[in-house]
Nanobody, 123 residues
Framework: QVQLVESGGGLVQAGGSLRLSCAASGRAFRNYAMGWFRQAPEKEREFVATISRSGDTRNYADLAKGRFTISRDNAKDTVYLQMNNLKPEDTAVYYC????????????????WGQGTQVTVSS
């Protein structure tokens, strides 16, 4: 399995931006499709975005469309989530996840997970 470490979370005002990073190690990063999920207090974890191994294919949840952008740098073994126009309802722990080969949008499809990074958006 690949090991994942997220960073970049923090406290931001509504309307602000954050860029989350997820550094991978242990296996060939380029062989993994990557995803971002989030979990707000007392809510289930939900899909945010996913990106293919090459970066050519990206899928977004409705909550992310037009505001969030997922990207990856295979030379740096890192996947990013650029979040713009943040809202208080975006407050959550954000997790990155990896799965071999093909993209997916469900938690069960991903076998490797990071520890999460907290994002808090104040109104």
């Amino acid at each position: 399995q690949v090991q994942l470490v997220e960073s970049g979370g923090g406290l931001v005002q509504a309307g602000g931006s954050l860029r989350l990073s997820c550094a991978a190690s242990g296996r060939a990063f380029r062989n993994y499709a990557m995803g971002w999920f989030r979990q707000a207090p007392e809510k289930e974890r939900e899909f945010v975005a996913t990106i293919s191994r090459s970066g050519d294919t990206r899928n977004y949840a409705d909550l992310a469309k037009g505001r969030f952008t997922i990207s990856r740098d295979n030379a740096k073994d890192t996947v990013y989530l650029q979040m713009n126009n943040l809202k208080p309802e975006d407050t959550a722990v954000y997790y990155c996840a990896a799965r071999p080969l093909t993209v997916a949008t469900t938690q069960a499809a991903f076998g490797s997970w990071g520890q999460g990074t907290q994002v808090t958006v104040s109104s």
